[in-house]
């Protein structure tokens, strides 16, 4: 195939349509949906990886369009009521095929690297660690494409009907759907009893992902593997049936997309702990002292750093001996639902914690950190709230500061609700001996770390749950 037949061919087929409609859906998607893509550090532009996966999540409507597109391919030959003049040339059917799907793989390949582009571009501008680890991520997903597509125009060669098209988009679109909602899912529950569910083996036979929860998490290499083995698969079956003649030979063609799938889940993972891995390059810490970040936000380390030491000077002249000595980026990934736990060594920094991120100035985020510090928080992974804890917070770093401070909140409302709860338990807290005090901070704190324990109750001098 020479370069002037696929000029041709992309002028007389749909496939420069399809690669069209690919690129400026998922740009609609990308660039007037922003705020749902992700927010802070795992926004579809603030990392190379983040990107690649939120990209690849876009595939649960983009793979079904290039399913449907390559279908409506497919049919061309037979709308311009060709097919029998073509069976009687002597061109092998392979060479005309092979010149579709080139023609249509060019245009999708191009679309999808066009979408990389747009995104890469940005996360040059947001983040100064750069790697090649999306890489892999998006090759697969470039791969969905041109492979649903020409399982599409296959299909419509071996069934020409006018509503082959849109029944196949319609399933691939059931599929994907499915993959990420119940098929693909599994009802688990956390140690503490708290009910999550978890992907399973088989949401990994779709081509999009789940949400980006995190910047440190990527898909294992046993992963791409076998979507690889799968998409392939798809591939050799969907051009089998656009050369196969006869029925029998239609039946055959399946062979390729069955053992494809049968061998891609012999090496599809079936823990979700080895599906989505830590990337241990993007963990690695980077330190100005005892201050400690990721390598993916190496960047905002010299934000963090004067902030953090003023922190910790201020935590030692408190606390003494029990005082953390370190503030650390959280870069342990667990899973949704769990409780953490915590070190009283260190001071647990997350950057898209919404005290860190309404901090406008480093005297605002050194309380932060002395809040994170005291009572660093028992929500479980994935949850949001505000309640006892946040009071607590308030008065432990009044009571660190010497004087009640309104500490920075993304939300104005959570921030005067706090204030006002926390107001009146100051003045009342400040009434008691210092040895009463210290004794009740240190008891706020051992429940705080531990998770085990009412830190509010404690701090006030109540029971703990």
């Known amino acids: 195939m020479n370069a002037r037949v696929l000029r041709i061919e992309l002028k007389r087929s749909v496939a420069p349509w399809a690669g069209a409609a690919v690129l400026t859906t998922a740009l609609g998607f990308l660039l007037l949906l922003r705020g749902t893509l992700g927010n802070g550090t795992t926004a579809w532009t603030a990392q190379w990886t983040a990107m690649a996966l939120w990209i690849r999540g876009l595939l649960f409507y983009l793979w079904p369009l290039a399913v449907g597109l390559g279908a409506l391919q497919g049919l061309r030959d037979r709308r311009s009521k060709i097919s029998e003049l073509l069976a009687t040339t002597p061109r092998p059917a392979r060479h005309r095929a092979a010149v579709l799907v080139g023609a249509t793989a060019a245009a999708l390949a191009s679309a999808f690297a066009l979408l990389i582009v747009v995104g890469g571009v940005q996360v040059l501008a947001n983040t100064e660690y750069t790697h090649l680890g999306w890489l892999p991520i998006s090759l697969v997903g470039a791969l969905a494409l041109v492979a649903g597509a020409v399982l599409g125009m296959g299909t419509a060669r071996a069934l020409p009907s006018v509503f082959t098209p849109p029944l196949l988009a319609i399933g691939a679109f059931a599929f994907t759907v499915l993959m ?103 963990a690695e810490p980077v330190c100005d002292g005892p201050v400690c970040v990721t390598r993916t936000q190496q960047g905002r380390l010299d934000d963090v750093a004067g902030p953090g030491k003023r922190a910790l000077s201020m935590l030692h002249t408190a606390l003494g001996g029990r005082a953390p000595v370190s503030v650390r980026e959280n870069d342990t990934v667990l899973q949704e639902g769990t409780t953490p736990k915590w070190s009283g060594r260190t001071v647990p920094l997350d950057f898209d914690d919404s005290g860190v991120v309404a901090a406008k100035s480093g005297q605002e985020l050194t309380w932060v950190l002395i809040g994170k510090g005291m009572v660093p928080g028992c929500s479980p992974v994935g949850w949001s709230g505000t309640g006892g804890e946040d009071v607590a917070r308030a008065v432990a770093v009044g009571w660190v500061l010497g004087d009640l401070k309104s500490l920075p909140d993304v939300a104005e409302s959570i921030r005067r609700h706090v204030d006002s709860e926390a107001r009146p338990l100051w003045k009342k807290f400040r009434t008691l001996p210092p040895a009463q005090q210290r004794a009740r901070i240190d008891a706020m704190r051992t429940a705080a770390l531990s998770c085990k324990g009412d830190a509010l109750a404690a701090l006030t001098g109540g029971a703990s749950r």
């Open 180 to 282: 990420q909602m119940s098929l693909g899912r599994t009802q688990t529950s956390t140690a503490s009893g708290i009910p999550v569910t978890e992907p399973n083996q088989l949401s990994l036979l779709s081509p999009a992902v789940q949400d980006v929860r995190d910047t440190l998490t990527t898909l294992s290499a046993s992963v791409h593997i076998g979507q690889t083995i799968w998409l392939l698969g798809m591939a050799v079956t969907g051009f089998a049936l656009l050369v196969a003649a006869r029925p029998r030979t239609r039946l055959l063609a399946l062979t390729p997309l069955l053992a494809g799938a049968a061998v891609a889940l012999f090496v599809l993972p079936t823990d979700p702990d080895r599906m989505f891995v830590l990337d241990k390059t993007a």
